[in-house]
């Protein structure tokens, strides 16, 4: 099977598509024919080599995918070989197969396209886990997410949106604010030429923030939150070593949780892909909430959606097709 990896840290260039025995699962695995994959942050970070796979996990990259189960492990009970499905990964989905315990793999929601379903995963995965099960957001809450542009952005706003909260939303160009409202934001911010802290705080304060730059915005961010509010860091685009205001954050009663998906066990990473059956499907199925995911490459052509995906000039999700 042809398969992506990153053999030296580098650019989109560095990227490297080799083959590789076809894989049988282990026990409480299946093994997916890779109809399509999709990018994320992580993936650029793997390549650049500041970002490892977790131990054990294959040095293929991709963390998401879509296909058809090809085999089953001889304990897996609840998948059939033919099944339709999309897949929670640690790594491995820039393959023509991934291996994956059983539990991290998804039915594809009705009426989504079989390819199109590999940008969900990643995504309603990181929004339920963090915004919903971690920070508790409840309907009638404000919501701030950081980058509604972006692949979680995108999912973020419809999510909270059809969950009854009210929505903000950082982006920076005009095209991407039409797009956060046309999602459901109440508010676009033009990062560039706004101040979010002075429109949330306005707007009586966030009651969760999701944010992806870490020490740039850890400040703003708590000063943005309202009484009791909850702020989920889950990236460092804007580095990693900030100063904390504790009293600014006693004063409020608030919380600051630095959380990551990959890391997870096993066990954490299927109880969270549980969740997102119950709770997030049938949004889906309903034609609620979509993946934003307009881009498409095939395998062959993987540095020029890395490229793509490091200029910052897409929205939503890049699929990658194999």
């Not at 009484?227 to 504790?246: H, K, N, P, T």
Request: charged share 20%; with cysteine; net charge negative.
């Amino acid at each position: 099977m042809r398969a992506v990896v990153a053999p030296v840290p580098g650019g989109p260039e560095s990227l490297t598509i080799i083959d590789l025995p076809d894989l049988v699962p282990a026990a409480d695995e299946v093994v997916i024919d890779v109809v399509a994959s999709a990018l994320n942050k992580a993936d650029t970070l793997q390549r650049m080599g500041f970002y490892p796979p977790p131990p054990g996990a294959s040095d293929v990259l991709g963390m998401e995918c879509s296909g058809t189960i090809r085999a089953v492990g001889a304990d897996v009970t609840s998948w059939s070989v033919g099944d339709e499905v999309c897949a929670l990964l640690a790594a491995g989905g820039y393959a023509e197969q991934v291996a994956v315990p059983a539990g991290q793999v998804m039915p594809v929601p009705e009426g989504v396209p079989l390819h199109h379903a590999a940008a969900l995963p990643e995504v309603a995965a990181t929004v339920w886990s963090n915004v919903f099960m971690t920070a508790g957001l409840q309907p009638g809450d404000t919501f701030l997410v950081h980058g509604g542009a972006g692949g979680i952005g995108t999912f973020a706003i419809q999510l909270a949106s059809a969950l009854g909260a009210r929505v903000f939303a950082t982006a920076g160009s005009t095209e991407k604010l039409e797009l956060c409202i046309s999602l459901g934001a109440e508010r676009a911010i033009n990062y560039r030429d706004e101040d979010f802290l002075e429109v949330v705080t306005a707007a009586g304060g966030a009651d969760v923030i999701l944010d992806n730059m870490g020490a740039k915005y850890l400040d703003r961010n708590v000063r943005a939150l309202a009484d009791e509010g909850r702020l989920v860091i889950i990236g460092m685009q804007g580095g990693s070593r900030g100063e904390l205001d504790i009293n600014a954050l006693l004063r409020k009663r608030g919380a600051v949780i630095a959380t990551s998906l990959r890391a997870r066990s096993t066990a954490q990473k299927s109880a969270i892909c549980s969740a997102v059956v119950e709770h997030v499907w049938p949004l889906v199925a309903e034609g609620r909430i979509r993946a934003v995911a307009d881009v498409e490459f095939a395998l062959a052509d993987v540095a020029a959606a890395h490229a793509l995906m490091d200029s910052g000039e897409h929205s939503g999700k890049i699929l990658l097709r194999t």
